[in-house]
């Protein structure tokens, strides 16, 4: 398996406080990325990096912040959590654009009350 | 992107071939398909993907039709280890690797 951790795995948090979920990749791959899973809605790209301090938005970005300072860690920051980012959440590493070579993480359960 | 159209859900005997079709009509000339699947409580996980020659590797069979607007996945001898939602994509090469889901399909291996 590819070396991708997530941090936390589970984490219960109040609306309004921020929140932030690591993924710490082993494998120097270029690109990562942050997508939701929810219930109906399938796997919903969040945002994605091509390169340290590169990143730009996906699919349901609004909400959330992300940051790439160093190769292996990308950063997914909940501002003001709301009840509407309840979801797993799961984060993906690949070496080229290719659609093909995605490899994703564990995922972290997050739960806004 | 294209969109895709997959049934819902589809079951299978183990040690059957199991066939997931998919639609694609609005497939363009630079877009493959790509199949990803996602057993319970798992990140998801590549399978297979192509342009438009029928492509097999250790894990399954892609099979393209000659227009390319529909695909079938087969898994040659399902297990029950295969029981996972498939997702079928269509995307370009170089869209900087960013996957769009649909619902997919829930297949069920039984024994």
């Known amino acids: 398996d590819a070396g991708i951790t997530q941090s936390p795995r589970h984490k219960v948090t109040e609306t309004g406080t921020p929140v932030t979920l690591r993924c710490h990749q082993t494998e120097n791959h270029r690109y990562m990325y942050w997508y939701r899973q929810d219930p109906g809605h399938g796997l919903r790209l969040i945002h994605y990096?091509?390169?340290?301090?590169?990143?730009d938005k996906g699919e349901v970005s609004d909400g959330y912040s992300v940051s790439r300072s160093k190769t292996e860690d990308f950063l997914l920051t909940l501002e003001s959590a709301t009840s509407s980012q309840t979801s797993v959440y799961f984060c993906?590493?690949?070496?080229?654009?290719?659609?093909?070579?995605?490899?994703f993480g564990p995922g972290t359960r997050l739960l806004v009350l | 992107d294209a969109k895709t159209t997959q049934p819902p859900s589809m079951d299978c005997a183990e040690g059957r071939a199991a066939n997931l079709p998919c639609n694609h009509s609005?497939?363009?000339?630079?877009?493959?398909v790509y199949w990803y699947r996602q057993i319970h409580s798992q990140g998801p996980q590549y399978i297979i993907h192509g342009l438009k020659n029928n492509e097999t590797n250790e894990m399954a069979s892609l099979i393209i039709t000659e227009d390319r607007k529909s695909s079938t996945l087969i898994l040659p001898h399902a297990t029950l280890r295969d029981t996972a939602v498939y997702y079928c994509?269509?995307?370009?090469?170089?869209?900087?690797?960013?996957?769009?889901f649909g619902q997919g399909t829930i297949l069920t291996v039984h024994p």
């Open positions: 993906a590493i690949s070496d080229s654009t290719g659609q093909e070579t995605q490899y």
């Open positions: 994509i269509v995307g370009k090469a170089t869209s900087y690797g960013k996957l769009t």
């Open positions: 609005t497939i363009s000339g630079n877009e493959y």
């Open positions: 990096s091509y390169g340290v301090k590169d990143t």
